[in-house]
């Protein structure tokens, strides 16, 4: 079942809306004329229904139908979650 959404990947800065997380996502690409390496940034609001998602954990996240204002993005599934801190 292949569908064309796109898809990114980025880690989680904020969690504290209710079932929403901030997500953080890098970009690199070459520069056209100088051929630097530019790294920008972009946050996105997602929605995650069962608010567990912690802060730092690595989420692959989904476009889909507007949600609300802001959140167009979903969480689909979590890579990897932060080490327990002791």
């Known amino acids: 079942m292949s569908n064309n959404r796109r898809r990114l990947t980025g880690r989680v800065i904020g969690n504290a809306m209710d079932k929403t997380v901030v997500v953080s996502v890098d970009q690199t690409k070459r520069h056209r004329l100088y051929k630097k390496v530019i790294r920008t940034t972009k946050k996105y609001k997602v929605h995650d229904e ?13 476009e889909s139908r507007p949600i609300s204002k802001t959140k167009t993005w979903v969480v689909e599934n979590v890579l990897a979650t932060p080490e327990t801190q002791a």
Do not use: E, H, K
């Not at 069962?50 to 989904?62: D, E, M």
């Open 50 to 62: 069962s608010n567990a998602i912690p802060v730092g954990a690595l989420v692959q996240i989904v």
